[in-house]
């Protein structure tokens, strides 16, 4: 697949995918209102913007190495050609999982919704369970001669604290 085409993919991808579940449900579930902030003060309000942006950061940039390394999409229409494990993947195996629920946290304390935290524990429980029955499997059998050593010394869900160099 050429970049041109794959940008494209990850661009849509991006807006339809994390658009949705990150960004307009989040939104849906607090009515687009915001209540008053967790623990009485604006402080949460902060922490969740500084989340959300964290979070987007770390989504925009997982998806481009995507198309920049492993020359395909985060689609698994278009799935890479190669085993993406540069940038934050060198500490977590699964970035935009991990950024997704962060930025959907961030939202809760910025909407100040409890039912966007249980949103967002479901989401993680959705992703760990698309990763542990497609993903990962689906990762060994296109990968077997790198992916049994990136399983190994990456982990999951919490980053390392150095980076991974294999």
Do not use: C
């Given at each position: ?43 949460t309000r902060w922490l969740g913007w500084v989340m959300v942006a964290?979070g987007a950061a770390v989504v925009v940039e997982a998806q481009a ?98 980076p991974w160099r294999g």
């Amino acid at each position: 697949m050429s970049r041109g085409a794959a940008s494209l993919l990850t661009l849509v991808f991006l807006l339809v995918v994390p658009g949705t579940f990150a960004v307009y449900l989040p939104w849906a579930i607090a009515g687009g209102e915001m209540g008053p902030p967790f623990l009485g003060t604006e402080a949460t309000r902060w922490l969740g913007w500084v989340m959300v942006a964290a979070g987007a950061a770390v989504v925009v940039e997982a998806q481009a190495r995507f198309v920049w390394q492993g020359f395909g999409t985060p689609a698994p229409i278009a799935p890479p050609s190669r085993l993406v494990v540069g940038g934050f993947y060198r500490f977590v195996r699964n970035p935009m999982y991990v950024a997704v629920v962060t930025l959907t946290l961030g939202e809760a304390l910025i909407y100040a919704e409890p039912w966007i935290l249980a949103y967002a524990a479901a989401l993680a429980a959705g992703f760990h369970a698309f990763i542990r029955l497609y993903e990962e499997p689906t990762l060994r059998r296109k990968f077997p001669a790198d992916y049994p050593a990136f399983l190994a010394a990456v982990p999951r869900w919490l980053p390392r604290l150095t980076p991974w160099r294999g």
